[in-house]
């Protein structure tokens, strides 16, 4: 497979969605910035993180390796923050979208600068149906964080929701440029690739 930089593609691979959509990201109000010095040592870890994940071929160690990049975009910083995401997950499992809807529109007003809040966000809408909304949520989170494997994922499932073959392709590529042994991106590039070479015949 050709390995090339696809971050160039993500906004447009957003626009491409969302053009024409109503759904716009919301206003969101301003916060202090975290310390110059945890910033910078949160970054140094996580890219340190990032750099193991892409050398990484090993299904199972590269996993472990994706579980404490979640571990580290999960914690907000912020005890708030914190404890309204499991507030929203609660009511998630619940089955209470509603609340939880409410409450991650908390979260990504407190902290417009956390991106798993963006990103736990556009999973509500996505799992709601709300795909032009979780697309919206999901440009914010690449914005923050252009790495975030997760969300890329989500934009793919949205693509495939679409039945937009070539841009999910895009999409999934830029997972496992990111990811290398990402299984269900490898899977999915493959049956996509078949895909298109069928109808290029």
Known sequence: MRHFS???????????FICGSAAAAPA??????????ASTQ?????????????????????????????????????????????????AVSEKNNGLALDLLDQVVVLMPDY???????ATLNYAMGRHAKSMS????????????????SGMAA???ASGNDELEMR???????IYPANRQAQTRLGELADKLAG???
């Open 158 to 160: 949205i693509l495939a």
């Open 115 to 121: 991106a798993e809040g963006w990103n736990r966000r």
């Open 171 to 177: 999409a999934w590529e830029q997972v496992l440029e």
């Open 28 to 37: 969101v109000a301003e916060t202090s910035p975290a310390s110059p010095a």
């Open 42 to 90: 949160s970054t140094n870890t996580l890219d340190s993180l990032f750099a193991d994940l892409k050398r990484e071929r090993d299904e199972k160690q590269a996993r472990r390796i994706s579980e404490r990049i979640w571990a580290k975009w999960r914690d907000s910083g912020s005890a708030t923050a914190n404890l309204l995401m499991q507030w929203a997950d609660k």
């Open 137 to 152: 949520d999901i440009s914010r989170v690449l914005a923050l964080e252009p790495r975030h494997f997760g969300a890329i």
């Open 6 to 16: 696809y971050f160039k593609l993500l906004p447009g691979l957003v626009a491409a």
């Open 199 to 201: 109808r290029r015949i």
